[in-house]
């Protein structure tokens, strides 16, 4: 039988992250709501300590390294609150950022789902190919681990879970070409 070829692979890493190292510099920020969703979060108001923002850029760089060695940074890194009927929309992280991470700190496991971003195209031709190209990627992530995606994959999150999410975004710098 022939064996075929992926074309197109979107990676991420999921890893265990030790939540003892991050703090944020106001661990008992009032939670707002922003989103469709009205889901409690901190977002464009949360700021991690020194320590553990260089903590996190280690474990990150661990991951991303293997594709670039430019500099990067973190931005936007805020808390969701999340009770058992809470969502969050399907969205992408715009913006200049290059990769995007979720940590499961309260939760007991990752809702997340991610959805191929030919979704339509291939729903429209190939429909009758789901079992074989699957639509959506949901990773079994448990508390304690970070997820790292590029940026722009779309994703979403069900309700079904209680606990508190971690997200923040990493651009890239790239470095100017040697004469």
């Not at 999340?82 to 969502?87: A, L, M």
């Amino acid at each position: 039988m022939k064996q075929p070829q992926v074309m197109f692979p979107i990676l991420c890493f999921i890893e265990p992250i030790d939540l003892e190292k991050i703090n944020f510099k106001e661990p008992d920020l009032e939670y707002g709501s922003s989103f469709l969703s009205r889901t409690p979060t901190t977002l464009g108001r949360d700021e991690l300590t020194d320590e553990s923002y260089n903590y996190l850029c280690s474990e990150i760089e661990k991951c991303i390294s293997q594709f670039s060695t430019d500099p990067f940074y973190i931005s936007q890194v805020w808390r969701n609150k999340y009770k058992k009927t809470d969502w969050q929309d399907p969205h992408i992280h715009s913006g200049t950022c290059q990769w995007s991470f979720i940590i499961y700190d309260t939760v007991s496991e990752g809702r997340t789902v991610f959805m191929h971003p030919s979704r339509k195209d291939i729903m429209n031709q190939w429909g009758i190919y789901s079992d074989v190209l699957p639509m959506d990627f949901i990773p079994r992530v448990p508390s304690k681990h970070i997820i790292i995606f590029p940026s722009w994959v779309e994703h979403y999150v069900v309700d079904g879970n209680e606990g508190v999410t971690i997200s923040g975004n990493i651009h890239l710098q790239r470095l100017p070409e040697e004469p």
